[in-house]
Every structure is written in structure tokens, then in C-alpha cells.
């Protein structure tokens, strides 16, 4: 736990199943020799014999298979609610080295439309789930509260409201009211909420970033960016209750760590929000 603090936790289950093979090393190559046929194992000869297989396997679906995430804000309504448990397909994209999570085995591209899971880069283990709304080399401007990538203007269809309670620290339950549409990017058709009292950039929440420049800001109303290759631009469905790319910047293929696939269940919506795909 205390590990977990400073690194991803399938990096501490890592750790431990390779102390836990170096006791077993150490013991059929040297230990157990010199044992007596009755002597009992050491404590940590035995633990290790023990506790091997189920954090190898518990690591080895973590790192490389399957990771359920609990969605913790609203900053993907009405795709994802707070509370979804979401399985994230984490080989989806290839193979991960277990520390650097750099691709060793690639399987699949990052498309735009995908919704992934990637390490916050401003705050130390925590990870973010956003929509892939650019890859790299992509143009996108954003103004008016409507996406342009690569000169093409996505389609919206009105869907009509969506309203929610979101919580605030200063003035507890507040009901919410957005105006709901249907997006069409590049064929992923997915629901989008707006909030037409909400500017379509907060400029003063922008922050200093890895290739700033490549951003022009036109006030609150808009901005223009040009997507570095190898790396991603990431929004969320709740466009104006949702801190991403537009403000800290683009996200790097290291920094990725799946696909999300299903909302597996909300205890707070069941049974409505049993095994939805996304």
C-alpha cells in the first residue's frame, strides 16, 4: 500500500512475484540441499511457495489482460455515470513492459472515438478515462461547441436534454441541465451534453503544457491544435464539466493503459447499469 503511493499498483503486485521467485530460486538451488528430510521450510521460503501463484496471476490479468476501473465524476455523462465499474481491455492496444509501460508486442492502432484509460499527468497514480478525439497530426479546432478535425465538421443531431445532480464541495447537490446531441466522429456515434451558459474554453484554467505551442487560444471562445505524432487528444462527453486535453495538454502512448469496453455495473443504478457496452 505504501508502495502504490509512488508507482502503479501492477507494479508493486510485479515486485512482490519476483521476491517471491527469488525465495523459491534460492531455495531449490541452495536451501533445500542442506535442509534435513523433517525441517521445516523458513517463514519466508514457505510464504513465497504460498503467495507465488495467486500474485502472479492476479499481476498477469492486471498488467496484461483485464482491469475493472470505478468511474469517479461526471466528466463523461451521459456515456459513463459516476459510480460505473468499467472493464478496461489493457492488451487491447499490445503488450506492456510491467515499469515502463512501453508497447513491447503492438496489436491494435488508438482510433479516434476509442474510450481509454491513461495515466493522469498531473497527479502521481491516478489514472483518467477520456474519448480519443484526435491522434497525431490531427488538426482540431473547437469553436462554438463544435469539432473540426482536419477541416471536416463532425454532424450533431439534437437529442434533446439531459439533466443530473452533480455534488459541489460549496454548495452540496446541485441539479444540472445540459443540452444533449448525438456526435458522428468519423463514424463512432456517441451522446455529447452541453451546457450553453458554460464558455467553450475556460482560458484561465489553461495550463502551461508539452508542446503549448502547438495551441492557439481565441479567448473562451475556442481553440486550434495540431496533434504531435505518437500522441493523443482526449475529451470528455460532458464537454463543459470536463477537465482534458484542452487544458494540460496531449497524451503520450506511454501514458496509455486500455480500452474500456463494458460498464460491468453501478450499484447505485442497477439494474439499469448492468453489462452496457460502450
Known amino acids: 500500500g505504501i508502495i502504490s503511493e509512488w508507482t502503479d499498483f501492477a ?19 541452495f ?8 525441517q521445516d521450510k523458513p517463514h519466508y521460503i514457505y510464504y513465497s511457495y504460498d503467495f ?26 451521459p456515456s459513463l455515470l459516476v459510480g460505473d465499474f468499467v472493464l478496461v481491455n489493457k492488451f487491447f492496444y499490445g503488450f506492456r513492459e510491467p515499469f515502463t509501460n512501453k508497447v513491447f508486442f503492438p496489436i491494435n ?16 497514480n491516478r489514472d483518467l478515462i477520456k474519448r480519443v478525439v484526435g491522434i497525431g497530426g490531427d488538426k482540431i479546432e473547437y469553436y462554438g461547441k463544435r469539432l473540426t ?4 465538421v463532425l454532424d450533431y443531431v439534437s437529442d434533446g436534454n439531459y439533466s443530473y445532480l452533480e455534488n459541489f464541495p460549496d454548495h452540496g447537490d446541485v441539479q444540472l441541465n445540459t443540452d444533449q446531441y448525438v456526435e458522428n466522429l468519423f463514424g463512432v456515434k456517441h451522446k455529447i451534453i452541453n451546457m450553453t451558459q458554460v464558455p467553450t474554453v475556460v482560458q484561465d484554467q489553461v495550463l502551461v503544457f508539452n508542446d503549448r505551442g502547438n495551441c492557439t487560444y481565441r479567448d473562451n471562445d475556442g ?7 505518437g500522441e493523443y487528444f482526449m475529451m470528455g462527453d460532458n464537454r463543459d464539466n470536463s477537465f482534458d486535453s484542452r487544458y494540460w495538454g496531449f497524451v503520450t502512448n506511454k501514458s496509455l493503459l ?6 460491468v ?13 460502450i
Open 109 to 124: 492502432e488508438v482510433n479516434r472515438g476509442d474510450v481509454v484509460v491513461f495515466k493522469d499527468k498531473l497527479v502521481r
Open 52 to 77: 507465488f501463484p495467486v500474485l502472479f496471476v492476479v499481476f498477469a490479468l492486471r498488467a496484461f489482460f483485464f482491469e475493472v476501473y470505478e468511474i469517479p465524476s461526471s466528466s463523461m455523462r
Open 31 to 38: 536451501l533445500a540441499k542442506s535442509r534435513m528430510p523433517n
Open 149 to 152: 478535425i482536419n477541416g471536416q
Open 223 to 229: 481553440f486550434t491544435c495540431i496533434v504531435p505524432k
Open 265 to 277: 455495473a453501478n450499484f447505485h443504478e442497477f439494474p439499469n447499469r448492468l453489462l452496457v457496452k
Open 258 to 263: 486500455g480500452k474500456a469496453y463494458y460498464v
Open 11 to 29: 507494479n508493486v503486485l510485479c515486485a512482490l512475484v519476483l521476491i517471491c521467485t527469488f525465495f523459491i530460486g534460492l531455495d531449490k538451488l
